[in-house]
């Protein structure tokens, strides 16, 4: 089956950017997402990508994709200690019916001040 | 709108009891999800549904069952409980369309003992 992988651990300072990495197995994906999940919570979308995108930037978030390496990253410019928690990678199944998403372990971002 | 809420939060059963996880969606969405969360390994789909009265298995679909009666619920059940499904559940939904994207519920965690 796909597998997505990723860190398990980032720690930045306060005001650093932040860079999360993740790669996936299915060339064929159409999006890949960053979902976060903040402690006691379930996950919240926070941005995707096209796969016949190369970046996409909302605000102090940059997605990068490298379909050649198969390769997904997310920068937070200027993070702050409200974004730690736990990032997950996802790509979306090929060929399903049902939106099916296959996520990474996941990357605990821990912001110190 | 609430938009995915799940009941219980929280749940203890001693090894070979049942329960049901009920979740609720009131966005009118055609694909629901059940996933189980455990450390460093993601989210693991248990089993999925893409209309009122049919579901599929997914990645762990073993010792789960699931129903979806409505359109707006998706229940999980645990016929034997086993402490190895000691776990944070939670429960999605999504429609086809624009991104794909997956709302999920805050989580019911259970333990079994």
């Known amino acids: 089956g796909e597998d997505v992988e990723q860190s398990l651990f980032l720690s930045v300072r306060e005001g650093d950017s932040s860079v999360i990495n993740c790669t996936y197995t299915?060339?064929?994906?159409?999006?890949l997402y960053w979902y976060k999940q903040e402690p006691g919570a379930g996950l919240q979308l926070l941005t995707y990508?096209?796969?016949?995108?190369d970046m996409k930037q909302d605000q102090r978030l940059t997605v990068l994709l490298n379909k050649k390496d198969k390769h997904l990253s997310l920068r937070i410019a200027d993070t702050q200690t409200g974004d730690s928690a736990i990032y997950f990678c996802?790509?979306?199944?090929?060929?399903?019916?049902?939106?099916?998403?296959?996520f990474g372990g996941g990357t605990r971002l821990m912001v110190k001040p | 709108n609430a938009g995915v809420t799940q009941t219980p939060k929280f749940r203890v059963l001693k090894t070979g009891q049942s329960m049901t996880l009920l979740c609720a969606q009131d966005?009118?969405?055609?694909?629901m999800y059940w996933y189980r969360q455990d450390p460093g390994m993601g989210l693991r789909l248990i089993h999925y549904?893409?209309?009122?009265?049919?579901?599929a298995k997914g990645e762990v679909p073993d010792g789960y069952n699931v129903s979806r009666l409505k359109k707006q619920n998706f229940l999980l059940g645990l016929e034997s409980a086993a402490p190895s499904q000691t776990s944070v559940y939670f429960c999605?939904?999504?429609?086809?369309?624009?991104?794909?994207?997956?709302?999920f519920g805050p989580g019911t965690r259970l333990t079994v003992l």
């Open positions: 966005m009118n969405h055609e694909y």
């Open positions: 990508i096209f796969s016949n995108m």
């Open positions: 549904s893409v209309g009122e009265g049919t579901t």
């Open positions: 299915d060339s064929s994906s159409t999006y």
């Open positions: 996802a790509e979306i199944m090929n060929n399903n019916a049902g939106n099916m998403l296959t």
């Open positions: 999605a939904s999504s429609r086809p369309g624009l991104s794909f994207e997956q709302f």
